[in-house]
């Protein structure tokens, strides 16, 4: 597997790119638009062929880079089947599959830290968003968030995955680049509850303030990134 970490300074965005070694087929997962060069540079100087651009959900924190991407590659542009955003190559559902190459991905539908939330598997790797972050989860408050959603996601659906599974989460906001499932099972504060009435509770009292960039993404993002 060809495999890419980036980071966006301002948003704490991590943004990835997965590549076939068998064909140098790619895909982007949750892109930032001001980093969009970035990733042309790499791709190119890799000689790889980008098929796939995807986001994990509508970002409320920085504007992606999904459509110039497009523009370049002539890329498919792809999101869950719930997301209201307009102008997707196609819609996924849950546990769909795709090929990569030699690669398989498959789909997580994760309602909770949006009401569009997917995550993606491929191989031994978990793309998470917002779903699961390293030591936290993701906000519920806005964007038809739920935190019963966001409980049975983690629960029922990733925390049943292998403890070995690497979590390659959508931020990170303490210099931290991939956990695991097994990890974060251990460790991570918001998933030592002990009931999904306990998860509700602390999801309802963190009390955050919003975006600084939340109007205007979010309307971008419903675009694909196009003003």
């Known amino acids: 597997m060809i495999f890419k970490q980036f980071f966006d300074k301002e948003s704490s965005t991590y943004t990835y790119l997965v590549g076939s070694e068998s064909n140098r087929d790619a895909l982007i997962i949750d892109s930032v638009l001001e980093n969009v060069k970035e990733y042309i540079n790499f791709i190119r100087s890799n000689n790889l062929n980008l098929l796939y651009v995807l986001d994990t959900h509508i970002h409320a924190d920085h504007i992606s880079g999904m459509s110039t991407l497009n523009e370049h590659f002539d890329c498919e542009m792809l999101m869950?089947?719930?997301?209201?955003?307009?102008?997707?190559?196609?819609?996924?559902?849950?546990?769909?599959?795709?090929?990569?190459?030699?690669?398989?991905?498959?789909?997580?539908?994760?309602?909770?830290?949006?009401?569009?939330?997917?995550?993606?598997?491929?191989?031994?790797?978990?793309?998470?968003?917002?779903?699961?972050?390293?030591?936290?989860?993701?906000?519920?408050?806005?964007?038809?968030?739920?935190?019963?959603?966001?409980?049975?996601?983690?629960?029922?659906?990733?925390?049943?995955?292998?403890?070995?599974t690497i979590v390659c989460p959508g931020h990170d906001y303490n210099g931290q680049c991939r956990s695991t499932i097994g990890e974060e099972k251990k460790s991570n504060p918001r998933l030592q509850v002990n009931s999904q009435k306990e998860y509700v509770y602390i999801m309802k009292n963190l009390n955050l303030s919003n975006p600084k960039k939340m109007d205007v993404s979010i309307s971008r993002n419903l675009k694909l990134g196009k003003e």
């Open 80 to 164: 869950g089947k719930e997301t209201l955003a307009e102008g997707l190559s196609r819609k996924l559902g849950h546990n769909e599959e795709f090929h990569l190459g030699d690669l398989t991905v498959r789909t997580l539908f994760t309602p909770g830290h949006t009401s569009d939330s997917y995550c993606f598997l491929i191989a031994d790797k978990l793309f998470t968003g917002d779903t699961l972050l390293i030591g936290d989860t993701g906000r519920t408050d806005f964007q038809n968030g739920n935190s019963i959603s966001a409980y049975n996601s983690l629960f029922n659906i990733l925390l049943k995955l292998p403890d070995t």
